[in-house]
């Protein structure tokens, strides 16, 4: 079993910023890819940043520009740096990981650390 556990989430002002971490318990070698989601109240989740095992990144257009997601293979953790956050960055956020187990593919949830900004 595989887990994950999220932590730097809190309270900024907006236009401030925020260094998510996630701490996983297996080496993420092993993680096809990885990525943050987001859920605000009365919202569906989305997905915010994801990474590949090849450190290939993509983001939703909502958070281009102020946002980076970056992996540490030596210490097996995964971070969301955030910039100039707005009100509407907030939500809960999720890490996630996939990694193949047999023929299919396994998804991985932490608990999920909230993020809120002020105005």
């Known amino acids: 079993q595989v887990q994950l556990v999220e932590s730097g989430g809190g309270l900024v002002q907006a236009g401030g910023s925020l260094r998510l971490s996630c701490a996983a318990s297996?080496?993420?070698?092993?993680?096809?890819?990885m990525g943050w989601y987001r859920q605000a109240p009365g919202k569906q989740r989305e997905l915010v940043a994801a990474i590949t095992s090849g450190g290939n990144t993509n983001y939703v257009d909502s958070v281009k520009g102020r946002v980076a997601i970056s992996r540490d293979n030596a210490k097996n953790e995964l971070y969301l740096q955030m910039n100039s956050l707005k009100p509407e960055d907030t939500a809960v956020y999720y890490c996630?990981?996939?990694?193949?187990?047999?023929?299919?593919?396994?998804?991985?949830w932490g608990q999920g650390t909230q993020v809120t900004v002020a105005s």
């Open positions: 297996k080496s993420i070698f092993s993680f096809i890819a």
């Open positions: 996630t990981a996939k990694r193949k187990v047999g023929f299919g593919i396994t998804d991985y």
